[in-house]
Nanobody, 131 residues
């Protein structure tokens, strides 16, 4: 059974940085697509960033980012720690949301679709950016 646990959320002023972590158990990152999504009450869920690892002699990573976070957010994986990260820099008030990590087993694609059919979800971590 796959379990995902997010951490790293908090409150920060605009222009600041946060790094979210998603620790996984029971998961082979090379057999899945993983993503960060966010949601504000009353609004649709938004895909923020996603990553797919094609395993091989050297792993190849495919990533996708929402236009609103390109150049500011970076998604990454640490296979040794079985953890996915979202480095968020130059945060803006509009980045305020509950952030979730999600995983879909292969076959899958790296996508920022908010309604993509992920198999597993974390419990969420709140990010609040003040102006």
């Amino acid at each position: 059974q796959v379990q995902l646990v997010e951490s790293g959320g908090g409150s920060v002023q605009a222009g600041g940085s946060l790094r979210l972590s998603c620790a996984a158990s029971g998961l082979n990152w090379r057999r899945a697509c993983a993503a960060w999504l966010r949601q504000v009450p009353g609004k649709e869920r938004e895909g923020v960033a996603s990553i797919y690892t094609r395993g091989g002699y050297i792993d190849t990573f495919y990533t996708a980012y929402a236009d609103s976070v390109k150049g500011r957010f970076t998604i990454s994986l640490d296979n040794a720690k079985n953890t996915m990260f979202l480095q968020m820099d130059n945060l803006k008030p509009e980045d305020t949301a509950m952030y979730y990590c999600a995983v879909r087993s292969v076959p899958c694609i790296a996508t920022t679709r908010g309604n993509y059919d992920y198999n597993y979800w974390g419990q969420g971590t709140q990010v609040t950016v003040s102006s």
